[in-house]
Structure formats: C-alpha cells, structure tokens
C-alpha cells in the first residue's frame, strides 16, 4: 500500500468557511454566533469535494490510503476563545470523519485539538477521546504556537503539554507537529512559519529530556522536517555540546519526518541523512504548493514521483516509507487496517 500520512481537507464545501467567517464576525456580538447545527453540508456535497480533488489525484498519482485531517490554516487557534476553537474543531473533526466514512478504503480521519493561547491543553482532551474512541482517529494534529505566530505557549518539553502526551501514550497514537495560520506578518504562513514551526520543535526535544518522561510518545514533523535535515550536522554537534546521546538515541526512537518535500534534491537529502525507520511518505496534496514545476512539468506536491527516482531507497526500504513506517507509527491505523484483511 501507498499510505500518505499527511493529507488536510483543503477542498471542503464552501459552506464551511462560510460558517466559519459568520463565527469569526460574532466575536463582537456572542448573541449573533451561529449554531454549529445551522452547517448544513450533504454527504453529497462532501462526495463531489473529494471524488474531483484529492481522491482523483491519489488514483492518478497511484496512493491508496490518506490520513486526512482539518486544514491546518484553517485551525487558527488564535482566533477567539477556548469556546471558538471547540465548536470550530468539532465541526471540522466530524467533516473529516464523514469523509472516512464515506470512502473508507481512502481515508482515515486524524484530529484538529481545540486549542486556545493561554489555555490548560486539557481542555482539548474531550475531543481527542471523542475522535479517538467515537470516529476512529488515528492520530491529532498539535500545534505548538496556537498564538499564530508569536510563540507565546512554552516549549514542547514543558509539563504543560503533558495532559495530552498522557493521553496520547494511553491510546498510542502519534501527534503531528502542526501550526496553523501565522498573524505575525514576519512570517508568511506556509512558506516560513510552518518551516520554522518544524525546525524549532525538533530543537526543543533536542534540549529536553521529554523522551524519558514519555519514552513511547511519537511526534511526526512534517514538511521534510523544515530544516533539520539540512542542517543535521548542527544539530548533532548541538546535541554534543549539550552533553545529550547521540541523536539516534536521543530523539529517533520518538521523531518521524514525512516527505511533503517539493523537488528531487530535496528527497534526496532526506533520504540519505534520516534513516529510513524514520520517514514516512505523504504529500500534503491540494495545500500549500499546488502548481506544476516547470523544470518537471509534474506537480510540485506529486512526491511520489521523488521517492521513486532517489537512488537512496532500496525497493524493501520503499516498502518501509510507503507503508511498513506508517504502520508502525499509527498503531490504531495497523489495526483498523488489519481488520479488514489489509
């Protein structure tokens, strides 16, 4: 199987961001919030949103199975209260999980948390056991910085998170390291803040000892890992300098990267620094980068075709970023998918 670990539901009937900018214009006036029964969305009308984007282009591009949550921008956890994030992600949660169900070979829902700046991360912890235990969600989306780009939550490593790595081990499923929407016009949401937002929470495991509170505890970095990669030769030394294991050690037991990493060098690079035990394949297909790459003549975000052409990969070693990866990061997805002979 082709497993994509990292699909969003970019292409979601417009009526959902119409709801939602009725709800952003009411936070000067709560009485004139709408009701999250006033979205009225068809199974239909959700069949039409995938069959001609993202399912069309998974059978063109030859994946077979997306982990699909919320779009990421659309998070924006800094936008209201505790309250505005929690009708806002229940509602995008069970689009998600209507999709799932709706084509259950394809997809499989992963869930958007509630978060809030300045708020306990428990509160969120209602709606990860509803989508864990009611819609079959095999993973949840964490962002780091709910304050969209001002950072103003404490580091990954901090006890605050520890509500939800708790619950995260209790089910054994993974998070993946995701802001939303950046309001610090230094930087531009998809092209800085979501790079930056990988690089600094691989740094902040790095200078923690996270992993021995939560030796099971499993984040996915998305984006190739932003800079990390790259700059791994720094990141060792860092870690040297700081009197930590060597990284192998230290974090890969408990850190995976994805291949939503737009040209061949780049997949390259990726595939020769990480080991392969670490990299799973996704795309972010239909999301920040959706033209064609005029060297190519292919889409940027066909990453398939990059996996294919390295000479780093051996076809077993294929196999493991493809599938055997994915299935054992997301145990609950191993599972789901077993059960029905897969």
Known sequence: MIIDVHGHYTTAPAALGAWRDLQIAALKNP?????ASDLKISDDELR?????NQLKLMKQRGSDLTIFSPRASFMAHHVGDFNTSSTWAAICNELCFRVAELFPDHFVPAAMLPQSPGVDPATCIP???KCVEQFGNVGINLNPDPSGGHWTSPPLSDRHWYPIYEKMVEYDIPAMIHVSTSCNHCFHTTGAHYLNADTTAFMQCLTSDLFKD???LKFLIPHGGGAVPYHWGRFRGLAQELKKPLLSEHLLNNIFFDTCVYH???IDLLTKVIPVKNILF??????AVRGIDPETGHYYDD???YVEATANLSEEERFMVYEGNARRVFPRLDAALKAKGR
Request: charged share 25%; no cysteine; glycine share 8%.
């Open 31 to 35: 009485s004139q919030a709408p009701k």
């Open 264 to 266: 061949q060098p780049g």
């Open 303 to 305: 990453t398939k075709r």
């Open 282 to 287: 996704a795309s972010e297909m239909i999301g």
């Open 214 to 216: 939560f030796p099971t």
């Open 48 to 52: 039409e949103s995938i069959e001609t």
């Open 127 to 129: 709606e990860l056991v």
